[in-house]
């Protein structure tokens, strides 16, 4: 069992950066891809980044290839999404997921239960 926690969301104006951070709890973190997925209202829950195990491959979704970063460090458990000049668009509810690296909700096993981010034009 893994318990994800992710923070670091929040209001922010467009061209703006956050960081969102996600903890990772239980079993060993640094054996489970990560990955990063948002919603918005009244849209189906979309992939934004994931990362290997060791942290060496990452992938993006189109939408947010170079303006987000995704990193973990493995000895703090936790899971980084750098967020840079941000859009009204990205605004969404932001997850954290473990268990691989595809664009694919479904083959993760482990969420969080979000953290918001809200960008204003």
């Known amino acids: 069992q893994v318990q994800l926690v992710e923070t670091g969301g929040g209001l922010v104006q467009a061209g703006g950066s956050l960081r969102l951070s996600c903890a990772a709890s239980?079993?060993?973190?640094?054996?489970?891809?990560m990955g990063w997925f948002r919603q918005a209202p009244g849209k189906e829950r979309e992939f934004v980044a994931s990362i290997n195990w060791r942290g060496v491959m990452t992938y993006y979704a189109d939408s947010v290839k170079g303006r987000f970063t995704i990193s973990r460090d493995n000895a703090k458990n936790t899971v980084y999404l750098q967020m840079n000049s941000l859009k009204p668009e990205d605004t969404a509810l932001y997850y954290c997921?473990?268990?691989?690296?595809?664009?694919?909700?479904?083959?993760?096993?482990?969420w969080g239960q979000g953290t918001q981010v809200t960008v204003s034009s």
């Open positions: 997921a473990a268990g691989a690296v595809t664009g694919r909700a479904s083959d993760y096993g482990y």
């Open positions: 239980g079993r060993t973190f640094s054996s489970f891809h």
